[in-house]
């Protein structure tokens, strides 16, 4: 069994790691769709057309590419994860930079998967940037779930659980900002907005 720490440690994972990323990451998609009126059309006809029931089959989650575009740019512009911390094992030489073995190294996604060496356009809602698997960059230029053997473990499982939320409401619902604070990043252990985002809800 367990040790009483051992399962605090767990129960803390499954909150923070488990579902508060993924809460916040609905959030900003539907933030993202607000703002962006023919992404949301596109991605409501994508589900209208593939979805044929009120809850999609798991098969059914596999033919939607566009889905798949949204919810990759809107980790790439707001990962969860926004610093991955780790710590280096042997002494290490990156570029000019000499690393010491037992350093505590900081990998920031959310600089990385903005930066405009790498990406076009990279402050923008431009989900079919994902559509041409030709032209992507590096693939550890896109960490939102870190990479690597300590990459996250429930990354596939995210996923489905975003797909299924995303196709079951917005067959029903449209979501529009309301009066809102501005968007001013709050980057805790997870990023949030400094403010509340409230939507007004209308059937689609």
């Known amino acids: 069994p367990m040790s009483d720490n051992q399962l605090l440690d767990e129960i803390r994972t499954l909150i923070i790691a488990g579902h508060e ?3 916040l990451t609905l959030t900003w998609t539907w933030y993202l769709l607000s703002q962006s009126p023919e992404h949301f059309d596109k991605l409501l006809n994508e ?3 593939k979805i044929q029931g009120p809850e ?14 949204v919810i990759d740019e809107t980790l790439r512009l707001y990962p969860p994860a926004w610093l991955v911390p780790r710590k280096s094992l042997n002494d290490d030489l990156v570029g000019n930079y000499l690393i010491p073995a037992g350093s505590d190294i900081f990998i920031s996604p959310y600089f990385l998967q903005r930066d405009p060496n790498v990406w076009e356009r990279p402050d923008d809602f431009w989900p079919e940037r994902f559509a041409n698997e030709d032209h992507q960059p590096h693939k550890l230029s896109y960490i939102p779930f870190s990479a ?3 990459k996250c473990i429930g990354d596939h499982f995210s996923l489905i659980e975003m797909k299924i ?4 409401l917005i067959k029903k619902f449209k979501l529009m900002p309301t009066k809102n604070g501005p968007i001013e990043l709050e980057p805790q252990v997870n ?14």
């Open 148 to 150: 690597g053997p300590r």
């Open 191 to 204: 990023l949030r907005n400094k403010y509340p985002i409230y939507m007004n809800v209308y059937s689609s």
């Open 21 to 23: 990323t993924t809460a």
């Open 47 to 49: 589900v209208n057309q």
């Open 56 to 69: 999609p089959k798991f098969s059914e989650l596999e033919q939607l590419p566009f889905m798949d575009q």
């Open 165 to 168: 939320h995303l196709c079951m």
